[in-house]
């Protein structure tokens, strides 16, 4: 059961990254805007790193081909994500309560994602640990 749920875990995780890369396509320019808004430097180059991250990253957690550096790869980005993007307690007090309940989303998907960088992505995987 170990194995099936291990798998089951990675497949439902890694579909949250690869939405968010693969919209980040499409709106390329509004991600870009969105990043800028935010004052962080480069937006276009932090849009393609994080499209980059998400697509790569989110494959490779789902067949499970060094699923732990992916696992540890989409963490340190969810944690960067959620500090720039979720800091709710900067955010006026309208949007707080949405902007935590994202933020706090995301601390369980870290969990689980530094859950799979310390079990490994189980024997049903490509590298079948």
């Known amino acids: 059961m ?3 749920l291990a798998l089951f875990g990675r497949l439902l995780l890694a579909p949250m990254f690869l939405l968010a890369g693969y919209s980040k396509i499409g709106g390329f320019g509004g991600t870009a805007g969105w990043i800028a808004s ?3 430097p480069l937006p276009e180059v932090l849009t393609v790193a994080a499209l980059v ?3 790569v990253a989110g494959v490779m957690l789902v067949i499970g081909w060094k699923a ?9 980005f969810t ?8 800091n709710f307690w900067t ?3 309208a949007q707080q ?6 933020f706090m989303k995301n601390v369980a998907v870290i969990g689980g ?13 490509v590298d079948r640990r």
């Open 53 to 55: 991250v998400e697509l």
């Open 113 to 125: 994602l530094l859950l799979i960088a310390a079990l490994g992505p189980g024997a049903w995987s």
């Open 91 to 93: 955010m006026p007090e």
């Open 97 to 102: 309560m949405t902007q935590q309940l994202f």
């Open 2 to 4: 170990t194995n099936a």
């Open 38 to 40: 935010k004052g962080l």
């Open 79 to 86: 944690v960067l994500a959620n500090y720039f993007f979720h």
């Open 68 to 76: 732990r550096w992916a696992a540890l790869a989409l963490a340190a």
